[in-house]
Nanobody, 120 residues
Framework: QLQLVESGGGLVQPGGSLRLSCAAS????????VGWYRRDPGKEPDLLVC????????KERDSVKGRFTISRDNAKSTVDLQMNDLAPEDTAVYSC?????????????WGQGIQVIVSS
């Protein structure tokens, strides 16, 4: 059973950067497409960016293009999200999720989420 754990969240000032990491255990992550999602209360998870098993960026929301970069290290079973030029509206809980096929709102496995707060 694949388990995902996010790390790297926290408080950052506007214009700052954070690097979120999604670490897998129980199975190797190279078998899965992985996405980073934004989770706002009362709303469906919002897919921000997805990386395929082979490392292709298959989905990327316009609001994060040029600011957020997803990458994967299959040897370490991690998928990172580099977040630059953060703004207060980026404040949210962020989750990684994995699926054997592709990214969608209905992924096979989810992390518990990690809080990002952008504030001065």
């Amino acid at each position: 059973q694949l388990q995902l754990v996010e790390s790297g969240g926290g408080l950052v000032q506007p214009g700052g950067s954070l690097r979120l990491s999604c670490a897998a255990s129980g199975s190797t992550l190279d078998r899965y497409a992985v996405g980073w999602y934004r989770r706002d209360p009362g709303k469906e998870p919002d897919l921000l960016v997805c990386i395929s098993k082979s490392g292709d960026i298959t989905k990327e929301r316009d609001s994060v293009k040029g600011r957020f970069t997803i990458s994967r290290d299959n040897a370490k079973s991690t998928v990172d999200l580099q977040m630059n030029d953060l703004a207060p509206e980026d404040t949210a809980v962020y989750s990684c999720a994995a699926d054997i096929y592709y990214c969608s709102a209905a992924m096979d496995y989810w992390g518990q989420g990690i809080q990002v707060i952008v504030s001065s």
